[in-house]
């Protein structure tokens, strides 16, 4: 428990006189050498202040309001200070000062406490910046944490202070153990959790980045997508369902658009332009990243769009993803595609088959998928990129050795 003594001071602000001849009453709390000075919001003739006794005179009922106001701040600030000693805990002047406004002092501010005032101001942005979906990831992470200091603490809350490295470590493997994260979803989550931290390093409320010696654990990953032959394969084939057709179709001019599931469920005509070279564009905001979007209308998805177009005001059928990805799973079981499709393998083969290996730059290839960093285009197709130069060296060496 703390014995050092706290010392306070009313000071005026005599280079601050109003037009009725007076001057601001400010209170000095003094603290293991620090300071911390606020306005009292009370004013007076500076000439009736006595700077050694602290009090205001001659008496008067001005005066006598004065010093009682006073004599009340400072027993209220003493009163704070000794609730802080009796808790036993580490504390500085600011918080003295925060104890007697009744905020939370730094030190107490519980981590889980201070990630749920994160979500409530975020939430605020939802249309503005961000999209709900984008709110409830970091939302799932608040209750994973929650889950997390239960398990390991047998409490419910845990002070944001003694947030450190190894808590970081003790959470990325309670996510693989006991949640069964893969790799790649506990990494997207310590990044969102990273950005919560990090305003709390600036906002001063921890006193070093937990996060300085964390690396993520790199994750390989294999891009699956339709090979040439496949993807023709795909597009040649008669079924004898419309619902089997109607997918097929929606999956092909996914290939050749880019577009995820979202931006393909709401694409209407409003968003296909005529655009400066004379062609038809595809015009429409990304919900993961906000960011707008224009892609090309390229025959194959021109004469899907021309197929759907009339049936109303969006341009595609419309479905469910859940139903889509078990379709789109039953039509490559017929067609004879030996990969586990899902629509977002639509979004993977336009990126490689019909950009990247078509000779279109990463750079293209990254504003044309709509990715908000062409670094996240760089870690995805990079080395598909590779694997085509190799296909054309090959190629070169057979013609060489003729």
């Known amino acids: 428990m703390k014995t050092t003594t706290n010392k306070i001071t009313f000071v005026l602000s005599k280079n601050r006189i109003n037009a009725a001849g007076k001057c601001s009453i400010r209170c000095r709390i003094t603290y293991l050498k620090k300071r911390c ?12 202040w006595y700077s050694k006794q602290q009090i205001a005179k001659p008496p008067s009922n001005e005066n006598s309001f004065i010093n009682n106001q006073l004599s009340l701040i400072k027993t209220k600030i003493n009163q704070a200070f000794l ?13 003295i000062y925060n104890q007697y406004k009744g905020k ?3 030190q107490n501010i519980g981590l889980i406490a201070y990630y749920e005032e994160y979500l409530l101001k975020y939430k605020k942005l939802i249309g503005i910046e961000i999209n709900q979906i984008t709110w409830n990831k970091f939302s799932y992470i608040c209750n994973d944490l929650k889950d997390f200091i239960k398990w390991k603490f047998k409490q419910n809350e845990i002070l944001l ?10 959470f990325e493997y309670y996510l693989k153990t006991e949640k069964t994260q893969k790799q790649v979803t506990i990494n997207k989550a310590l990044q969102r959790f990273k950005k919560v931290v990090k305003l709390a390093v600036i906002g001063k409320l921890l006193e070093s980045f937990p996060f300085n010696e964390h690396k993520p654990k790199k994750v390989i990953t294999n891009v699956v997508y339709l090979t040439t032959e496949e993807l023709q394969n795909l597009e040649d084939y008669k079924f004898s369902q419309q619902r089997l057709e109607q997918i097929r179709d929606m999956f092909v001019f996914c290939c050749y658009t880019g577009l995820a599931f979202n931006e393909m469920f709401k694409l209407e005509t409003k968003h296909i332009v005529t655009s400066f070279d004379g062609n038809k564009w595809i015009n429409i905001t990304r919900d993961k990243t906000n960011k707008l979007v224009s892609v090309p209308m390229l025959p194959k998805s021109t004469e899907i ?11 595609l059928p419309r479905i469910s993803n859940q139903k889509f990805n078990s379709y789109i799973k039953e039509i490559a079981e017929i067609v004879g595609i030996e990969k586990k499709l899902t629509h977002h393998i639509a979004r993977k083969t336009f990126a490689t088959t019909v950009l990247l290996y078509n000779d279109v730059s990463m750079e293209i290839v990254s504003e044309l998928l709509g990715h908000s960093k062409m670094s996240t285009t760089q870690e995805y197709y990079g080395k598909i990129v ?7 060296m090959i190629e070169l060496s057979k013609k060489l050795s003729e």
């Open 305 to 315: 769009m021309q197929k759907y177009v009339n049936e109303g005001l969006h341009i």
């Open 37 to 48: 000075e606020f306005a009292t919001g009370l004013f007076m003739n500076p000439n009736q």
């Open 161 to 170: 202070k003694d947030l450190d490295f190894s808590f970081i470590v003790e």
């Open 104 to 106: 939370p002092i730094k």
């Open 386 to 392: 590779q694997k085509k130069v190799s296909q054309v």
């Open 83 to 95: 609730l802080l000693q009796i808790q036993g805990i580490d504390f500085v002047v600011e918080d």
